[in-house]
């Protein structure tokens, strides 16, 4: 035991290492007043976004002094009491106001204020102004809200390298800067890097042994074309959208009952394996009723907005609640599709976006005119469905609906969206208050974005889609691409994933950016041509290995010099033990399940009504389902998914958090599902007619997805047989090492061997590199 206990804390130390290294700041300075340009978009507005536009920002109630430094106008006009100066002049900075401040070491005229605790500008952002100015001080449309254009492919040295247009403009990136890139990686951890980003599943020993021996040109991308036709992939990429779209299973209030919009996750994952366009998968999603001679399937789409909270408690104010869910829809709509933090001019207009309080409002409106209302008004009777509702009768789930996966001939219910006959008029709510309203106005998108041509298209949310889809938007596919490229990095081109307004991050490659948004909707909006591209470059195929000199140039790889290296997200971790193990039910869809779960959570968390006041498990096949389709209770979310940093599901989340904790090792140590994962397999292998050695080969290549090294299997073997000498002392041990999970046991088994199997195995199972993309 002292053997095991010492191996599995190298693999920790491992983990932490790895860890480390992957999350160390890259403390290189990414501003540089050397350069011969100073950009507003790229050098200055980030400065004064930070530092100026709380007081001088878009924001009008919260404005000092008249002045309004992200508008030209503004900060080139004469002061208010300001005796004739003005904040910039042009290319003087010693007479413009704005640098005479930020110089200033007298605290009743320094800028910013030493009362507004927003520290003061360092010295090479006072240098970054000054030329700023010098040069003429030119306004710059804020970069995301200016339509992209096709940028032209880059000159670049080592042109034998690239493989599509991606890599020109990743190398051209790093041959700027002195970095070369990693080679290609080799096949076995190309192959477990491809197939659990397209499909979430580790690949099949039989998948990596045929990759291996063909050594034709076009080996790996007959092994992606693969990859992308298995249903596994529409789980994999409706992962990320149901965090986007906050899917739970509960409706997350007070009692938070059951609730069943499982049918619209079925129709995502249908959507994805069909690669239905992006134009329409929003089009239907936003206003699939309203489309003409609308479909079953577009009206089901449109549940996407109704996945919000919601309240069944007596007495609450019903309008008050209508409102908070039509915040809940503009929000999402605003961070998952626009990658704008709307939200912000709920109550007053936005400080540092061109966004007014009206401009939210006239954005509300397009949700303000559903049949939904706040509260239905009977507390005694929960409905798994709250109006306007969609029924599915057993006849269309098996006519029109062939991609719902019912588990039995009764009626189904979806929340959906659906129109008033009659217009709700939409007021702006003072301090965003329900019962405080104010002006009247009618329904628009953005016009910081793009103009809503309201003789082209109708103000309803079939305009909203229009306006949305239009290639003239300067948002929708740069956040969808973005978005997109995290799911296969770790990391956006633009980092701040659901903001690409003032105070996001700028994106590291933007004409990239720029390049794969216009190509992306050129080629029709096709997502598996552009998942295809980007898991095809060079860029993504390279080596995630990290030398010094790479760790002080480019620490946090945002230079895209190396291969991704990142823990994978919880429900893939469930995913890869499911799989390896052979215990994955591979059935796609369906309800929910509740597979093990700590005793007690559940019923602590509860008033003691209902349905979901006691955690009733599941048991046989729907034990081993995927870690999609884990059943979500808002208030309870499943504690083991939760641990490694999945969505709470509670509101719209477009980036997850990563995080390295001591619990995530318990989980990998002392789960029930791992630890039958580990018995199960360990019971198959021991039937084998193989060594030992043979065994613990196939297992480490089932789970880790490569072949072993000579060290790794004789220190593995010799763990097994220092557990099978332990083991044999006590004749009850192995009984009880193999009692876990109530996957039936293989009859004919040594158990003996069987459970010195299930120690190693359960070992490979907490190996960093197991449930690490790299």
Same mark, same amino acid.
């Given at each position: ?290 489309? %003409? ?9 449109? !549940? #996407? +907005?109704? /996945?919000? &909270?919601?309240?069944?408690?007596? =007495? ?37 976006? %061109? ?9 509300? !409106? #397009? +949700?303000? /005119?559903? &049949?939904?209302?706040?509260?239905? =008004? ?397």
């Amino acid at each position: 035991m002292n053997k095991r206990l010492l191996l599995l804390a190298g693999i920790v130390l491992t983990t932490v290492v790895g860890v480390i290294s992957c999350f160390q700041k890259n403390g290189s300075a990414t501003k540089k007043s050397s350069e011969e340009v100073v950009s507003y978009n790229f050098h200055i507005r980030p400065i004064l976004s930070d530092k100026c536009f709380a007081c001088h920002g878009p924001d009008a109630n919260k404005r000092e002094a008249g002045l309004r430094l992200d508008m030209a106008e503004s900060a080139y006009s004469k002061l208010k009491d300001g005796k004739g100066a003005v904040a910039i002049f042009p290319g003087k900075p010693e007479q413009s106001e704005l640098y005479k401040r930020i110089t200033s070491l007298d605290p009743e005229i320094q800028m910013p204020t030493p009362e507004s605790h927003l520290g003061l500008l360092n010295e090479s952002e006072i240098g970054l102004v000054k030329k700023w100015i010098e040069q003429g001080a030119k306004y710059e449309k804020h970069w995301a809200f200016a339509a992209p254009v096709l940028p032209k492919i880059p000159e670049i040295d080592k042109k034998d390298w690239p493989k599509n247009e991606i890599d020109y403009f990743t190398l051209a990136k790093m041959e700027s800067l002195g970095i070369t890139p990693n080679d290609e990686a080799d096949k076995s951890h190309l192959l477990k890097r491809v197939a659990l980003d397209l499909t979430g599943l580790p690949p099949s020993i039989e998948l990596q042994n045929k990759f291996a021996a063909d050594n034709s040109t076009n080996a790996y991308e007959k092994v992606v074309d693969e990859l992308l036709s298995q249903k596994t992939y529409g789980e994999k990429m409706a992962l990320h959208w149901l965090d986007v779209a906050r899917y739970a299973d509960s409706y997350g209030y007070q009692d938070d009952e059951i609730r069943t919009q499982w049918p619209w996750r079925d129709w995502v994952i249908s959507a994805f394996n069909k690669n239905l366009s992006y134009d329409k998968f929003l089009t239907w999603q936003i206003a699939g009723d309203m489309l %003409p001679n609308a479909s079953k399937e577009q009206i089901l789409a449109t !549940a #996407f +907005f109704r /996945n919000h &909270k919601y309240t069944e408690e007596g =007495g609450v104010i019903p309008e008050e609640y209508r409102i908070e869910y039509n915040i809940d829809k503009t929000k999402t709509y605003g961070m998952g599709i626009l990658g704008l933090s709307v939200e912000c001019a709920q109550c007053h207009d936005h400080k540092y976006d %061109p966004i007014s309080q009206e401009d939210y409002y006239r954005l509300f !409106a #397009f +949700f303000n /005119n559903t &049949k939904e209302v706040g509260y239905e =008004g009977d507390i005694s009777q929960t409905k798994p469905a709250k109006n306007p509702i969609m029924t599915i009768s057993d006849a269309e789930a098996k006519s029109i609906l062939t991609f719902i996966n019912r588990p039995d001939t009764s009626k189904l219910m979806v929340s959906v969206m659906g129109e008033r006959d009659t217009l709700r008029a939409t007021h702006i709510l003072n301090r965003g208050v329900y019962d405080a309203p104010g002006k009247v106005v009618t329904a628009s998108g953005l016009p910081s974005v793009m103009k809503f041509d309201t003789t082209k298209i109708p103000q309803n949310r079939l305009g909203l889609a229009s306006w949305t889809t239009s290639k003239q938007n300067p948002l929708t596919a740069r956040v969808f691409v973005n978005q997109i490229w995290q799911e296969f990095f770790g990391r956006g081109i633009v980092k701040s994933t659901g903001d690409f307004g003032m105070q996001g991050e700028l994106p590291t490659h933007p004409a990239l950016l720029d390049w794969m948004a216009v190509d992306f909707m050129n080629h029709g909006w096709d997502i598996k041509r552009l998942v295809k591209q980007i898991v095809t470059s060079s860029t993504y195929k390279q080596s995630a290995k990290l030398t010094k000199e790479k760790e002080k140039l480019d620490p946090d790889n945002i230079y895209l010099s190396r291969g991704p290296r990142y823990r994978l997200p919880a429900e893939s971790v469930r995913d890869i033990v499911l799989s390896s193990s052979g215990l994955l039910n591979s059935k796609i869809g369906g309800p929910s399940v509740k597979p093990y779960q700590p005793k007690g959570l559940w019923e602590a968390a509860t008033s003691g009504r209902g349905q979901l006041a006691k955690y009733n498990q599941d048991h046989n096949d729907a034990l081993y389902r995927r870690g999609m389709y884990t059943f979500i209770k808002l208030t309870v979310p499943p504690p083991s998914m939760i641990i490694f940093d999945a969505s709470n599901r509670d509101h719209c989340e477009v980036k997850r958090s990563k995080t390295n904790t001591p619990l995530q090792a318990l989980v990998m140590l002392n789960d029930p599902a791992v630890l039958e994962a580990s018995r199960v397999l360990a019971e198959k292998m021991s039937l084998k007619s193989l060594s030992p050695e043979q065994k613990i080969t196939e297992s480490f290549q089932r789970i880790v997805c490569r072949k072993p090294s000579d060290k790794e299997v004789k220190l593995l073997t010799e763990y097994y047989n220092d557990e099978l000498s332990s083991i044999g002392k006590n004749k009850n041990q192995a009984h009880k090492i193999l009692n876990v999970g109530e996957f039936p046991h293989e009859v004919k088994v040594k158990e003996n061997e069987a459970a010195a199997l299930m120690r190693v195995i359960n070992t490979l199972y907490n190996m960093e590199e197991t449930i690490t993309k790299s």
